[in-house]
């Protein structure tokens, strides 16, 4: 997706419809900086307000995100061509995501262990002591609350019953029983429990 490319086109866009980017903001309920953004490529406009920017545009969401005017010809062609490489563009994102979810994992042990380790073996005080050993269970605790986060929303879990695909709910993630990313959890499609591997793509 060239965001450079959308960028242009939405400037474009606006000023066929005699809007300045002040005014287009306004109507949107947001800061006209956002709307810079988007004309500078920094950015794309938020999935809550895309429909109302098209409306306002006289474009259509597909001619937003291709950056031009798609003829009625090519629409069909050009819309399955957008959707595959949004669904690229996803799976790429959930995998940049999953390592992410180790780093957390790794940063927020190694800091609870330091801070034990300086607890354990560091003349201090004994409150000093006890705050952190607390301090770094609680980032430890957000840290692997944050990943399991991760997991969760990154990708999809698969039925080994089934074969459904399905992304489930943060307490069945966080209460499953799991080896790595292999999850014992029941299926919302066939209802059967087993257990389920973390896939990218669908």
């Not at 920017?53 to 995100?65: S, W």
């Not at 069909?76 to 996803?90: H, P």
Request: proline residues 1%.
């Amino acid at each position: 997706m060239d965001l450079i490319k959308i960028g242009k086109f939405i400037s474009q866009k606006r000023k066929e419809q005699s809007l300045t980017q002040l005014a287009l903001a306004e109507k949107l309920g947001i800061t006209d900086r956002a709307v810079s953004k988007w004309e500078n490529g920094k950015s794309l406009p938020d999935a809550a307000i895309m429909l109302e920017l098209c409306d306002l545009l006289k474009i259509t969401v597909n001619d937003l995100l291709r950056g031009e005017v798609v003829s009625m010809e090519k629409y069909n062609e050009k819309t399955e061509k957008l959707l595959i490489e949004l669904v690229k563009q996803k799976e790429e994102a959930d995998k940049r995501l999953l390592s992410l979810e180790v780093v957390i994992g790794i940063i927020s042990s190694l800091f609870l262990f330091s801070m034990v380790f300086v607890a354990s073996f560091v003349e201090m005080q004994d409150l000093i002591r006890i705050a952190l050993i607390v301090f770094g269970f609680l980032v430890f605790i957000v840290g692997i609350a944050y990943a399991i986060r991760i997991e969760q929303v990154a990708g999809y879990y698969e039925c080994k019953k089934c074969g459904h695909k399905y992304i489930p709910t943060y307490n069945s993630v966080l209460w499953s029983m799991h080896m790595g990313r292999t999850r014992y959890m029941k299926c919302p499609h066939c209802g059967e429990k087993s257990w389920q591997k973390k896939v990218i793509g669908k």
